[in-house]
């Protein structure tokens, strides 16, 4: 009888010291995969800001850009005659198509101006197109972009 015990006592120990080490290697294992993930998060965050600042400084860019277009058809128009003109752009971000490439292809921005003023609303369709032909050719300081003019009357 008292083999009998001891066996199982030893049993019983042999399992208890079992189970710690299973415990023990679990709780390794979990510590692991929670640095694991503290390190992958850590890296999508610093992705996740360099790509948005990359945006930031195209957007800051591309604003500072419209600013300077916007001034040189409103100097323009001035010098034409048409002082206090109403200018509106309104822009249009089309998101590259993956072409399989390597390269990163570019957005294209699309501007739709809109002009207002008493005097061009009056002028004959010659004259209106002519001054439109004109605007035309005042210089984009953007590229991959597409401008389109317009007179509201």
């Known amino acids: ?49 360099k790509i948005n600042n990359n945006k930031f400084k195209k957007d800051q860019a591309s604003i500072l850009a419209e600013q300077i277009y916007r001034n040189q058809l409103r100097e323009f128009l001035n010098q034409a005659g048409y002082r206090d003109s109403g200018i509106n752009m309104t822009s249009t971000v089309t998101q590259p198509t993956s072409t399989g490439s390597d390269k990163e292809a570019n957005e294209l921005r699309e501007y739709q101006v809109s002009i207002y003023h008493k005097k061009i609303s009056s002028l004959s369709e010659p004259a209106a197109s002519e001054l439109l032909t004109d605007l035309v050719m005042i210089e984009v300081p953007m590229e991959d972009c597409k401008v389109s003019h317009k007179f509201i009357k």
């Not at 709780?27 to 995969?33: A, D, R, V």
């Open 1 to 49: 009888m008292t083999i009998h015990l001891i066996k199982r006592f030893s049993k019983s120990a042999s399992k208890s010291a079992r189970l710690k080490q299973l415990k023990s290697e679990t709780s390794q294992i979990l510590f692991i995969l929670l640095v694991m993930i503290i390190i992958l998060c850590g890296i999508s965050i610093q992705l996740s800001d």
